[in-house]
């Protein structure tokens, strides 16, 4: 299992807002895949799974406006996505992010749903995999934010694997935003905004570091050799780069006819930032197939507004004839 396994003791953020505060909800949260796709056939199901909308509703009620939000976040958000209709006939991504997370100050979400086989596993990953984060983290309150996130997203594969006549799968790029409490080089504490990042499959996530990119994330595809070994290990093969020369990635959440070789595991990360990181970017394989890591934070750097950013981003992949549906995120840090 590739994991970052170097992770301290995290304390809950002293920002958390009760319910008695004056603001009511202080997150704003997307999730639109935005064509009229043709879904996977779930007249089979017998009512296991509801029919997916063309707009999948995130906001909670009485959220604030995204202003106030980005202002009280310390963070603004940029999303742009494209169906690719030259070489896609439909849209099997999702996405979903939210201001000031889980009613606390500085938290944000922020996720990519990259799907295959249809688009109903990307959907519902897209409305459910924080919900159950926030769960197992009450639950678990003690335990590391990577164990998590590893927690979140083998309990929402089991949940997908449970669902019948669902068989798309989706790769995963997610980041959880928070300040902690942290003890610095004198003995005394501070609060520090503290990244953490979960991935399976090869959506990306990277992070401007001084203008020099930073990946935190890890492709999970069968050209990868430690990958192509655990699949052996586990009784598969891997043909042309394929698991079983099928699929070109090793990780992933739903996949139920082949979760004996595609796993959910993440890989994950955990980062202190401080002001030499200006902003991450958050994309799936549309963008990457065609554009090195520095190349694409070297496009945006002097770019402050982050859906410019991310329109540019759009822009060079389908000007560099990617050929897969392309979603885009950037969000730019700012101080609190």
Same mark, same amino acid.
């Given at each position: 299992m590739l994991r970052d396994e170097s992770v301290t003791q995290m304390l809950e953020s002293p920002y958390f807002l009760d319910d008695t505060d004056d603001l009511d909800e202080y997150?704003?949260?997307?999730?639109?895949?935005?064509?009229?796709?043709?879904?996977?056939d779930d007249s089979s199901t017998d009512g296991e799974i509801t029919p997916v909308t063309n707009t999948i509703e995130l906001t909670a009620t009485n959220s604030i406006e995204p202003n106030k939000s980005e202002l009280l976040?310390?963070?603004?958000?940029?999303?742009?996505?494209?169906?690719n209709k030259r070489y896609r006939r439909t849209m099997e991504d999702a996405h979903s992010f939210f201001y000031n997370f889980n009613k606390a100050i500085g938290q944000g979400w922020f996720g990519i749903f990259d799907g295959h086989a249809g688009k109903t596993a990307a959907e519902w990953c897209g409305s459910n995999l924080h919900e159950n984060f926030i769960k197992i983290l009450g639950e678990n309150p003690d335990l590391p934010i990577p164990?998590?996130?590893?927690?979140?997203?083998?309990?929402?594969?089991?949940?997908?694997?449970?669902?019948?006549?669902?068989?798309?799968?989706?790769?995963?790029?997610?980041?959880?935003?928070?300040?902690?409490?942290?003890?610095?080089?004198?003995?005394?504490?501070?609060?520090?905004?503290?990244?953490?990042?979960?991935?399976?499959? $090869? !959506?990306?996530?990277?992070?401007?570091? #001084?203008? +020099?990119?930073?990946? *935190?994330?890890?492709?999970?595809?069968?050209? &990868?050799?430690?990958?192509?070994?655990?699949?052996? $290990? !586990?009784?598969?093969?891997?043909?042309? #780069?394929? +698991?079983?020369?099928? *699929?070109?990635?090793?990780?992933?959440?739903? &996949?139920?006819?082949?979760k004996e070789w595609i796993i959910g595991d993440p890989y994950t990360t955990e980062t202190e930032l401080d002001e030499?990181?200006?902003f991450m970017i958050?994309?799936?394989?549309?963008?990457?197939?065609?554009?090195?890591?520095?190349?694409?934070?070297?496009?945006?750097?002097?770019?402050t507004d982050p859906q410019e950013a991310s329109d540019k981003l759009l822009e060079y992949?389908?000007?560099?004839?990617?050929?897969?549906?392309?979603?885009i995120m950037v969000v730019r840090f700012e101080a609190l």
């Amino acid at each position: 299992m590739l994991r970052d396994e170097s992770v301290t003791q995290m304390l809950e953020s002293p920002y958390f807002l009760d319910d008695t505060d004056d603001l009511d909800e202080y997150s704003l949260s997307l999730s639109i895949p935005r064509d009229d796709t043709v879904q996977e056939d779930d007249s089979s199901t017998d009512g296991e799974i509801t029919p997916v909308t063309n707009t999948i509703e995130l906001t909670a009620t009485n959220s604030i406006e995204p202003n106030k939000s980005e202002l009280l976040a310390g963070f603004k958000i940029g999303f742009a996505e494209d169906k690719n209709k030259r070489y896609r006939r439909t849209m099997e991504d999702a996405h979903s992010f939210f201001y000031n997370f889980n009613k606390a100050i500085g938290q944000g979400w922020f996720g990519i749903f990259d799907g295959h086989a249809g688009k109903t596993a990307a959907e519902w990953c897209g409305s459910n995999l924080h919900e159950n984060f926030i769960k197992i983290l009450g639950e678990n309150p003690d335990l590391p934010i990577p164990e998590i996130l590893h927690k979140s997203f083998v309990f929402t594969d089991v949940q997908l694997g449970e669902k019948k006549g669902l068989f798309s799968g989706c790769t995963v790029a997610v980041a959880f935003l928070r300040s902690e409490q942290r003890e610095g080089e004198s003995g005394t504490k501070s609060s520090k905004r503290v990244l953490y990042t979960a991935n399976a499959g $090869d !959506a990306r996530i990277v992070l401007s570091r #001084n203008e +020099v990119a930073t990946r *935190l994330s890890y492709d999970h595809k069968g050209s &990868d050799a430690n990958e192509a070994h655990r699949i052996v $290990d !586990a009784g598969g093969f891997v043909m042309n #780069n394929r +698991v079983n020369g099928v *699929l070109a990635v090793t990780r992933s959440l739903g &996949d139920v006819t082949m979760k004996e070789w595609i796993i959910g595991d993440p890989y994950t990360t955990e980062t202190e930032l401080d002001e030499k990181d200006d902003f991450m970017i958050l994309a799936c394989d549309g963008l990457w197939d065609v554009c090195t890591d520095q190349v694409a934070v070297d496009l945006v750097k002097d770019i402050t507004d982050p859906q410019e950013a991310s329109d540019k981003l759009l822009e060079y992949a389908l000007t560099k004839c990617s050929t897969d549906n392309l979603s885009i995120m950037v969000v730019r840090f700012e101080a609190l």
